[in-house]
């Protein structure tokens, strides 16, 4: 099929696909464009030429993801371009495969084959779950307690294939008796599938009970964020927590990813100082903050962890300072800033008389038995991690330099056990991935939390997009998701999708809200990625099935040039 022969129709077609995608991840009031998109792209498939068609792909992929990708530029323009660079291949790859079916038949392998190439490229090392066409599904979004996210994305690129025939047909004036019974057919080809979807999704079930929640949102700037004193951070985090919680009782605290810049197992005197405001508040506190495991066998045992203090266990471990003796903090008197001061470390701070946690060494390697940890088990590829660092180590200096770090990875669907129920942590990334906030559901988990920091981003869409991945992870797992953020949007992600008690953006902040808890399982946290998988299946046997046709009856079925 040859609709556009001319290179600049390709050019244009392309850039046109990729800018409208683009943008409507930007802003999603343009979300609708993910519904028609994708139209010039599959008119503009050449029938098995290979180059042209990748070449198309790669132009839209570039174009895509540069637009809604584009705050990447805040942190390092080198890692913004190579992500462009990177994803667009696979967009190269898909237009590629779809180049080898007939127009006709590509209204059923296309949704097929792109459910195929989001599955593949968001698995791996370099898995990068963002800009999942199902996310601009709008109010359709409810779809994902069925078949997930996934499931969506097939269901829009099979209305994209769709409207896309109907166009070509009318381009081509290609009139047959036969066309108005096939489009209708294909017509109810997604209707069946909404139906499905609708049939699939129950409703939310009443919660097993529910909890009070106070979030605290820091908005320390990430160019500051490694400068501010330790006391400083703290201060603003008590402050505000303090002003929330002595108003109105709550069941839990939480604060943001690394909302403390420091490392915990190095901090002793910082670590008694929460412990005692723990107890003082008579409240758990989960917050999100780095830490070395002296117990690692791993190169660099250093995790971004979110820590669960339990006043419980520090009533009952009895080795922590009397709150008393720092509630100084509390009433606003003169904070103590001498040198080697037990109430919050210094630069020249010596580890404090710890009594029964013992010497300095035997502190860090029991502090892991007194506390509730859970370390980050997807970690951003270049970010804070580089893939194969032992070899590619000028990778991994630019990296370092770059505000990255070496970290290790945890263990992927840990919960945090509470009185009220297991906690689900996602910190920051990973709230992108779906896979593993479903093993921490299946792990009994009764509420997600995503503690985070956009702040590397500033005021750009990526805290939006962000979010707008978060809202699937509700919605999928049946979850209520508490999110925390340093700065960009925090509040209560429903399992219906709604978004409550939000804090004002780009503020320091505080709220408390209500949170119910699930214990039933979705549809989707029971099926995983089957859905998939059997897109994969079914891409196989087309490809098949493609080859043992005729050539005559497969050219019979694409529209003349």
Same mark, same amino acid.
């Given at each position: 099929m040859?609709?556009?022969?001319?290179?600049?129709?390709?050019?244009?077609a392309s850039?046109?696909?990729?800018?409208m995608?683009?943008?409507?991840f930007l802003?999603?009031? *343009?979300s609708?464009?993910g519904w028609?998109g994708? +139209?010039?792209?599959?008119?503009?498939l050449r029938?098995?030429?290979?180059s042209?068609n990748f070449?198309?792909?790669w132009l839209v992929g570039?174009?895509?993801?540069l +637009?809604a990708?584009?705050?990447?530029?805040?942190?390092?323009?080198?890692?913004c371009?190579?992500?462009c660079?990177?994803?667009?291949t696979?967009?190269g790859?898909?237009?590629m495969?779809?180049g080898?079916?007939?127009?006709?038949w590509?209204i059923?392998?296309f949704?097929?084959?792109w +459910?195929?190439e989001e599955?593949?490229r968001?698995?791996?090392e370099?898995?990068?779950s963002?800009?999942?066409?199902?996310?601009?599904?709008g109010? %359709?979004a409810p779809?994902a307690?069925g078949?997930g996210?996934f499931?969506?994305?097939?269901?829009?690129?099979?209305f994209?294939a769709l409207?896309a025939?109907?166009?070509?047909c009318?381009?081509?004036?290609r =009139?047959?008796?036969a066309?108005?019974?096939g489009a209708g057919?294909f017509?109810?080809?997604?209707?069946?599938?909404?139906?499905?979807?609708?049939?699939?999704?129950q409703?939310?079930?009443?919660?097993?009970?529910?909890?009070r929640?106070?979030?605290? !949102?820091?908005n320390?700037?990430q160019?500051?964020?490694?400068q501010?004193?330790?006391?400083e951070?703290?201060?603003?985090?008590v402050n505000e927590?303090?002003?929330l919680?002595f108003?109105? /009782?709550?069941? *839990?605290?939480c604060w /943001?990813?690394v909302?403390?810049p &420091?490392?915990l197992?190095e901090?002793?005197?910082?670590?008694e100082?929460?412990?005692?405001?723990?107890?003082?508040w008579?409240v758990p506190?989960?917050?999100g903050?780095?830490?070395e495991?002296?117990?690692?066998?791993k190169?660099f045992p %250093?995790?971004n962890?979110?820590?669960?203090?339990?006043?419980?266990?520090?009533?009952?471990s !009895?080795k922590?300072?009397?709150?008393r !003796?720092?509630s100084?903090?509390l009433?606003?008197?003169?904070q103590?800033?001498?040198?080697g001061s037990?109430?919050?470390?210094s630069a020249?701070?010596?580890f404090?008389?710890l009594?029964?946690?013992g010497?300095?060494s035997?502190w860090r390697?029991?502090?892991?038995?007194v506390?509730?940890v859970?370390?980050?088990?997807r970690?951003l /590829?270049?970010?804070?991690?580089?893939?194969?660092?032992?070899?590619?180590?000028?990778?991994?200096d630019?990296?370092?330099?770059?505000?990255?770090g070496a970290?290790?990875?945890? #263990?992927a669907?840990?919960?945090l056990?509470?009185?009220?129920?297991?906690i689900?942590?996602l910190?920051?990334?990973?709230?992108t991935?779906?896979g593993?906030?479903r093993?921490?559901? *299946?792990n009994?988990a009764?509420v997600? &939390?995503?503690?985070?920091?956009?702040?590397?981003?500033l005021?750009?869409?990526a805290?939006?997009?962000?979010?707008r991945?978060?809202?699937? #992870?509700?919605?999928?797992?049946?979850r209520?998701?508490i999110?925390?953020?340093?700065t960009?949007i925090s509040g209560?992600?429903?399992?219906?999708?709604?978004l409550?008690?939000?804090?004002?953006?780009?503020?320091?902040s505080?709220?408390i809200?209500?949170?119910?808890?699930f214990?039933?399982?979705?549809?989707a946290? =029971?099926?995983?990625?089957?859905? &998939?998988w059997?897109?994969?299946?079914?891409? &196989?046997?087309?490809v098949?099935?493609? =080859?043992a046709?005729?050539r005559?009856?497969?050219?019979?079925?694409?529209?003349?040039s």
């Amino acid at each position: 099929m040859i609709l556009f022969p001319c290179s600049l129709w390709q050019f244009l077609a392309s850039t046109l696909t990729g800018l409208m995608l683009g943008f409507a991840f930007l802003d999603s009031r *343009l979300s609708i464009w993910g519904w028609i998109g994708l +139209v010039p792209l599959i008119l503009l498939l050449r029938y098995k030429d290979h180059s042209r068609n990748f070449l198309a792909g790669w132009l839209v992929g570039f174009f895509w993801f540069l +637009v809604a990708c584009h705050w990447l530029r805040h942190v390092t323009w080198i890692g913004c371009f190579s992500l462009c660079l990177f994803e667009a291949t696979w967009l190269g790859l898909w237009m590629m495969l779809a180049g080898l079916f007939p127009l006709f038949w590509r209204i059923l392998v296309f949704p097929s084959l792109w +459910v195929a190439e989001e599955f593949l490229r968001s698995k791996g090392e370099l898995g990068f779950s963002w800009n999942l066409i199902g996310h601009l599904s709008g109010p %359709l979004a409810p779809l994902a307690q069925g078949w997930g996210v996934f499931g969506i994305s097939f269901l829009m690129v099979g209305f994209n294939a769709l409207l896309a025939w109907l166009v070509a047909c009318y381009l081509l004036k290609r =009139r047959s008796a036969a066309m108005p019974e096939g489009a209708g057919f294909f017509l109810i080809l997604p209707l069946i599938w909404l139906g499905v979807g609708w049939w699939e999704i129950q409703p939310v079930p009443k919660p097993s009970d529910q909890i009070r929640t106070a979030i605290v !949102q820091g908005n320390f700037p990430q160019s500051l964020k490694w400068q501010v004193p330790v006391q400083e951070a703290v201060d603003r985090y008590v402050n505000e927590t303090s002003r929330l919680a002595f108003n109105e /009782p709550v069941d *839990l605290i939480c604060w /943001p990813e690394v909302s403390i810049p &420091a490392i915990l197992s190095e901090s002793p005197s910082l670590f008694e100082f929460l412990a005692g405001r723990v107890i003082d508040w008579r409240v758990p506190l989960l917050f999100g903050i780095l830490d070395e495991d002296s117990r690692s066998r791993k190169p660099f045992p %250093l995790y971004n962890s979110a820590v669960l203090l339990d006043p419980a266990d520090l009533n009952s471990s !009895q080795k922590f300072t009397d709150p008393r !003796q720092v509630s100084w903090f509390l009433r606003g008197e003169p904070q103590q800033k001498a040198s080697g001061s037990a109430i919050l470390p210094s630069a020249e701070a010596s580890f404090p008389d710890l009594g029964v946690l013992g010497s300095p060494s035997a502190w860090r390697n029991n502090l892991r038995d007194v506390i509730r940890v859970y370390d980050k088990a997807r970690l951003l /590829p270049f970010g804070e991690y580089v893939p194969l660092g032992k070899v590619l180590t000028f990778i991994q200096d630019f990296v370092e330099k770059s505000g990255g770090g070496a970290f290790s990875s945890g #263990r992927a669907g840990k919960v945090l056990e509470t009185r009220f129920g297991p906690i689900g942590p996602l910190i920051c990334f990973e709230s992108t991935h779906a896979g593993l906030a479903r093993r921490a559901v *299946l792990n009994g988990a009764v509420v997600l &939390a995503n503690l985070t920091n956009d702040a590397w981003f500033l005021q750009s869409a990526a805290a939006e997009q962000h979010a707008r991945q978060c809202r699937f #992870r509700a919605i999928e797992t049946g979850r209520a998701v508490i999110r925390a953020a340093n700065t960009g949007i925090s509040g209560i992600y429903l399992p219906n999708g709604d978004l409550t008690s939000e804090l004002p953006p780009w503020t320091v902040s505080g709220a408390i809200a209500d949170v119910p808890l699930f214990e039933h399982l979705t549809f989707a946290v =029971r099926v995983g990625d089957f859905f &998939a998988w059997l897109c994969l299946v079914c891409l &196989a046997f087309s490809v098949n099935l493609m =080859r043992a046709m005729p050539r005559h009856m497969a050219e019979a079925l694409e529209p003349p040039s």
